[in-house]
């Protein structure tokens, strides 16, 4: 039997395994589909204070090599109607659950978390500052360190709960904006959110998407994320949660040696609800083939 289990921030995963954000509802919408034990923990689709209509349709289309586009524009019921409605559902067993926060500005953020404060089950939050498909906010604020930190800061101020800030893979330079977000009191770093990208119809001469761009994910990501993640944990003493292009537990074991200590399950999971599943499998096999015990040991053992 491999130790699957994981540490964070004072907090204990049965595994690593974490839900990408907006591609798995609000949490509950499997349950009677899929066995929720191979999750360490749960994070909602990203919520903000009033409720979001999200892009123009089409939102979302496949690319080649298994890529996806998805231009969705943070489309949610708002926090009160988050909390009347599904609130009461949480928490899932022994999964943590933790709520993606989104907001046009810092003031937005802080309403989130304090209204989200008061539901009892929550063991943390996701702040969601690089999301590609919207006007205000998104990128524009999480490309922007004294944005990233201002953010943080303001939300640490009116929570001890853990807090992951997700991070855009546009920068070069990750060290700049990780550090921000570390001064500023975060328990950890999710590597990364989606590339913007675009796919044509020639036929049509038209956009596949409404919205024209969109965020590109699934395996074609992998190497970029890859990088950021190890990036980041050079950059920074904090658990990194890694999140683009996963689908086996060899891409698992991978994101582990760079550093990361939480795996998102995104894209995947549209093709293949079971995957969660199957990737513990998948990972504890490959330990047990090499004699690893505990899968906390291949964190960040990348030999460079
Ligand atoms: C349809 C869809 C909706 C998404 N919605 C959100 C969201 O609301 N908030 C967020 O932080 N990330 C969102 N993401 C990004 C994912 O959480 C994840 O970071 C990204 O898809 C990369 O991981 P993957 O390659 O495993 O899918 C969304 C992704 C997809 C495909």
Same mark, same amino acid.
């Given at each position: 039997?491999?130790?699957?289990?994981?540490?964070?921030?004072?907090?204990?995963?049965?595994?690593?395994?974490?839900?990408?954000?907006?591609?798995?509802?609000? +949490?509950?919408?499997?349950?009677?589909?899929?066995?929720?034990?191979?999750? +360490?923990?749960?994070?909602?689709?990203?919520?903000?204070?009033?409720?979001?209509?999200?892009?123009?349709? %089409?939102?979302?289309?496949?690319?080649?090599?298994?890529?996806?586009?998805?231009?969705?524009?943070?489309?949610? %019921?708002?926090?009160?109607?988050?909390?009347?409605?599904?609130?009461?559902?949480?928490?899932?067993?022994?999964?943590?659950?933790?709520?993606?926060?989104?907001?046009?500005?810092?003031?937005?953020?802080?309403?989130?978390?304090?209204?989200?404060?008061?539901?009892?089950?929550?063991?943390?939050?996701?702040?969601?500052?690089?999301?590609?498909?919207?006007?205000?906010?998104?990128?524009?604020?999480?490309?922007?360190?004294?944005?990233?930190?201002?953010?943080?800061?303001?939300?640490?101020?009116?929570?001890?709960?853990?807090?992951?800030?997700?991070?855009?893979?546009?920068?070069?330079?990750?060290?700049?904006?990780?550090?921000?977000?570390?001064?500023? +009191?975060?328990?950890?770093?999710?590597?990364?959110?989606?590339?913007?990208?675009?796919?044509?119809?020639?036929?049509?001469?038209?956009?596949?998407?409404?919205?024209?761009?969109?965020?590109?994910? +699934?395996?074609?990501?992998?190497?970029?994320?890859?990088?950021?993640?190890?990036?980041?944990?050079?950059?920074?003493?904090?658990?990194?949660?890694?999140?683009?292009?996963?689908?086996?537990?060899?891409?698992?074991?991978?994101?582990?040696?760079?550093?990361?200590?939480?795996?998102?399950?995104?894209?995947?999971?549209?093709?293949?609800?079971?995957?969660?599943?199957?990737?513990?499998?998948?990972?504890?096999?490959?330990?047990?083939?090499?004699?690893?015990?505990?899968?906390?040991?291949?964190?960040?053992?990348?030999?460079?």
């Amino acid at each position: 039997m491999i130790d699957t289990s994981i540490q964070m921030g004072g907090l204990a995963f049965r595994t690593p395994l974490l839900t990408g954000s907006g591609t798995f509802g609000y +949490g509950d919408e499997y349950r009677t589909l899929i066995d929720y034990s191979a999750f +360490g923990g749960i994070i909602t689709k990203s919520i903000s204070r009033l409720p979001r209509p999200g892009n123009q349709p %089409p939102r979302i289309c496949e690319t080649q090599l298994g890529g996806l586009l998805n231009s969705i524009g943070l489309a949610n %019921p708002g926090v009160e109607v988050f909390i009347a409605d599904k609130a009461q559902i949480l928490p899932f067993d022994a999964t943590q659950v933790f709520i993606s926060v989104v907001g046009d500005a810092v003031e937005e953020f802080v309403s989130v978390v304090e209204k989200l404060e008061f539901v009892p089950a929550v063991s943390g939050y996701e702040l969601n500052l690089s999301c590609p498909n919207v006007q205000k906010g998104g990128l524009s604020l999480g490309g922007d360190k004294d944005a990233v930190a201002e953010i943080t800061r303001a939300c640490r101020n009116v929570t001890k709960r853990f807090i992951s800030v997700k991070l855009t893979p546009h920068h070069a330079l990750v060290a700049p904006l990780a550090e921000a977000a570390a001064a500023a +009191g975060v328990d950890a770093l999710t590597m990364t959110n989606t590339l913007v990208g675009m796919v044509i119809d020639a036929e049509t001469r038209r956009p596949k998407l409404g919205n024209v761009t969109g965020g590109y994910s +699934g395996p074609p990501l992998k190497p970029v994320s890859l990088a950021k993640v190890w990036q980041a944990a050079k950059a920074v003493s904090l658990p990194i949660w890694a999140s683009g292009g996963i689908t086996c537990g060899l891409d698992c074991i991978e994101f582990l040696l760079a550093g990361a200590s939480g795996l998102q399950l995104g894209s995947v999971l549209f093709a293949d609800p079971y995957a969660p599943t199957r990737i513990l499998r998948e990972m504890s096999e490959w330990c047990e083939k090499r004699g690893v015990k505990k899968l906390s040991d291949l964190i960040g053992q990348l030999k460079t």
